[in-house]
Nanobody, 124 residues
Framework: QVQLAESGGGLVQAGGSLRLSCEATGRTFTLSSMGWFRQAPGKERECVVVISWSGGTTFYADAVKGRFTISKDNAKNTLSLQMKSLKAEDTAVYYC?????????????????WGQGTQVTVSS
């Protein structure tokens, strides 16, 4: 099993920045990828970014491309999501995710493990 623990999130004004972090523990040697999903009220959960376990390959959803940056510290098994130029439509619960598989598009990514979620609220 793999456990994911998120931190960060909160309330920010539109145009501001936030940073989310996620630590992976347990059987991380089984993982091939990690990513961040989000779920806004009344909407389905969507993947916004995926990163390979090595950190060398990333895929972003069009809605966040150029504004969000994912990074991975392989020594600490931590994942970060730097979000800038935040918009009201970025408001959602953000979930750290990890998987044993891979996908070449965020829409096709399937996670095996999930964090508990952290709220990001962007006020306009």
């Amino acid at each position: 099993q793999v456990q994911l623990a998120e931190s960060g999130g909160g309330l920010v004004q539109a145009g501001g920045s936030l940073r989310l972090s996620c630590e992976a523990t347990g059987r991380t040697f089984t993982l091939s990828s990690m990513g961040w999903f989000r779920q806004a009220p009344g909407k389905e959960r969507e993947c916004v970014v995926v990163i390979s376990w090595s950190g060398g390959t990333t895929f972003y959803a069009d809605a966040v491309k150029g504004r969000f940056t994912i990074s991975k510290d392989n020594a600490k098994n931590t994942l970060s999501l730097q979000m800038k130029s935040l918009k009201a439509e970025d408001t959602a619960v953000y979930y750290c995710a990890a998987g044993t598989g891979w996908a070449t598009h965020v829409a096709a990514y399937e996670a095996d493990y999930w964090g508990q979620g952290t709220q990001v609220t962007v006020s306009s």
